[in-house]
């Protein structure tokens, strides 16, 4: 046995051997024992762990050491070792643990990391799918009443898809309804989906309602057949047709637009307009039957009046009479000056309707109260019994025959402070407005529109003069009390205002002469007097200046 010098002195000398070049070594080169122990000792690697950079799934680098051990360095493989090596294979082993140890922690780190990533994704899953959920199994706020003739519902939204109105109606309970089938506030629109068609007709079907007596679409507030600007009565035209078209996809056969305006124009022109562009968009289409609105009056309005819709159909040929519709809001006619409060005004007015258009031509009805007086010419909507009209007016409309199986849609206001909301089931009579404050945040409450729905099928058949009707009158007509009276108060100023203009401007301005003097007339004409004795004023010869004002007052 060596000496412990000697064999240390070889063991440094076998360590810093330099390595052999590949020329030196043969196939068939027989190694040297100390050689095969060299190569598989660990104390040839190197102490320094590389760092090894990873990504986390958020997107964050993250360093960390590199296992200073292969699988050809487990200890299995590892010679017997001298007992000069084991203070450094102890310190090997040591840095080993410690690299080990931070390996640990920057995985732990990691996998913190990776957690608070995929938490707010999880939440946000949930979230989506609770809403989903919410929008496509909607709890009915009242149940459709079944077996009634008068169909009474409300404009719905069609917000994310024309089948959401389906679903929108249901919920309140309504027997019809109306949508819009595209923005009404821009031009330019997606072509209808095909899906949505498909599950607007599945979900009518499911939901039994008849789309070709029930449902009514409203066109476009933009849309003006009555336009003289080509141009711009082009897009309205082509905007309108595609409405048509989107009604025949769907299964619908009535669409309610607004017959516009004559602007600057005469109404004679404007109405020649409107009829020719509503007989090329019948020729363009089929089944679908447009139906026009009955209006206020207002300004250059179309259809305030009953005798102007006679005037528009004189201009249609008679094959499309059948496609020509009438729908009458309440609030409309009676803004106009139509009396559909008292039983005897309002078969007055039904019987000029049936003179002037006739009755087969009435087609829809929208229900409205009005927070302006009769004849005010003012387009304001209120909730029903609130309103100048009052809940007698709704009670002749709910017990006409001629209204049987007609869509009957509700166009009242649903916004309500949010605090005032309510979801549960409706009673009767509808809930009592909260006075809106300057903070409070307005909301649509279609809680409302079934609250209404239940009122209107309630005066089916109800006694007029009994003490449940009187009771009913009154409790709303108190709530609308204060909004009436401002109102009135406006439409008294406004009336007043304009008598004094026409006061004014028809008032005959004769000239202030002082006594003994003489007109220009009168001297042209000899003192004043005519072949007969006459003055020029006895003639009956007014001045140009009155008769102008005569003129435009006319």
Excluded at 380 to 406: C, D, K, S, W, Y
Aim: with cysteine.
């Amino acid at each position: 046995m060596p000496p412990r010098g000697t064999r240390k002195a070889a063991s440094t000398a076998v360590a810093t051997e330099p390595a052999r070049s590949p020329e030196a070594s043969g196939a068939g080169a027989k190694r040297k024992p100390d050689e095969t122990q060299e190569q598989s000792s660990p104390l040839r690697r190197s102490k320094r762990a590389k760092p090894v950079v990873t990504q986390s799934p958020s997107g964050k680098s993250t360093t960390r050491a590199a296992s200073t051990r292969s699988a050809a360095e487990s200890p299995k493989a590892t010679p017997r070792k001298s007992r000069g090596d084991k203070a450094s294979v102890k310190e090997e082993v040591k840095e080993e643990e410690e690299v080990s140890a931070e390996a640990e922690v920057v995985d732990e780190g990691v996998a913190k990391d990776e957690a608070v990533d995929e938490k707010p994704t999880v939440k946000a899953k949930a979230t989506r799918k609770r809403k989903t959920k919410d929008e496509v199994e909607m709890v009915p706020l009242r149940a459709r009443t079944q077996g009634l003739r008068m169909c009474v519902g409300a404009h719905v939204s069609a917000a994310k898809g024309v089948f959401n109105a389906v679903h929108n109606s249901t919920h309140i309970g309504g027997n019809a309804f109306a949508l819009f089938l595209k923005s009404q506030r821009k031009w330019d629109n997606p072509p209808l989906q095909d899906g949505h068609r498909d599950q607007f007709r599945s979900l009518c079907t499911e939901q039994k309602y008849d789309a070709a007596q029930h449902i009514l679409p409203h066109g476009s507030y933009l849309v003006n057949l009555a336009q003289e600007d080509k141009a711009k009565a082009k897009q309205a035209y082509d905007s309108f047709l595609d409405d048509l078209r989107r009604c025949e996809a769907l299964g619908i056969t009535l669409y309610n637009f607004h017959p516009g305006s004559a602007n600057q124009s005469s109404l004679p022109d404007a109405l020649t307009r409107l009829a020719t562009a509503l007989t090329n968009a019948l020729r363009a289409t089929t089944t679908v039957i447009p139906v026009l609105e009955t209006m206020c009056g207002h300004g250059t309005t179309i259809g305030g009046y009953l005798h102007e819709f006679r005037d528009i159909l004189a201009q249609i040929p008679k094959e499309y009479h059948s496609r020509i519709g009438i729908c009458i809001d309440t609030c409309h006619s009676f803004a106009a000056g139509y009396d559909l409060v008292t039983p005897a005004g309002f078969k007055a007015f039904l019987q000029e309707f049936d003179d002037t258009i006739g009755l087969q031509h009435l087609r829809a009805l929208h229900l409205n109260d009005s927070k302006a007086p009769k004849g005010s010419k003012r387009d304001l909507h209120a909730n029903i019994g609130t309103g100048f009209l009052g809940l007698r007016a709704f009670h002749n409309v709910m017990n006409e025959p001629h209204f049987q199986n007609l869509p009957m849609i509700l166009e009242t206001p649903i916004d309500r402070p949010e605090s005032s909301t309510s979801t549960s089931s409706p009673k009767k009579t509808p809930k009592t407005k909260t006075p809106k404050t300057a903070s409070a945040k307005l909301i649509p409450d279609p809680n409302v529109w079934a609250q209404e729905i239940a009122l209107l099928e309630s005066l089916i058949g109800m006694d007029p003069e009994g003490e449940e009707f009187r009771s009913l009158e009154a409790k709303l007509s108190e709530e609308g009390r204060e909004m009436r009276e401002k109102q009135q108060e406006q439409y008294d100023r406004k009336l007043s205002t304009e008598e004094k203009k026409k006061t004014k401007t028809t008032k005959t301005k004769e000239p202030v002469k002082k006594k003994g003097q003489k007109t220009l007339m009168e001297m042209m004409n000899g003192g004043g007097k005519t072949k007969k004795g006459k003055s020029a004023e006895e003639d009956g010869d007014g001045s140009d200046e009155e008769g102008c004002q005569s003129h435009a007052e006319d």
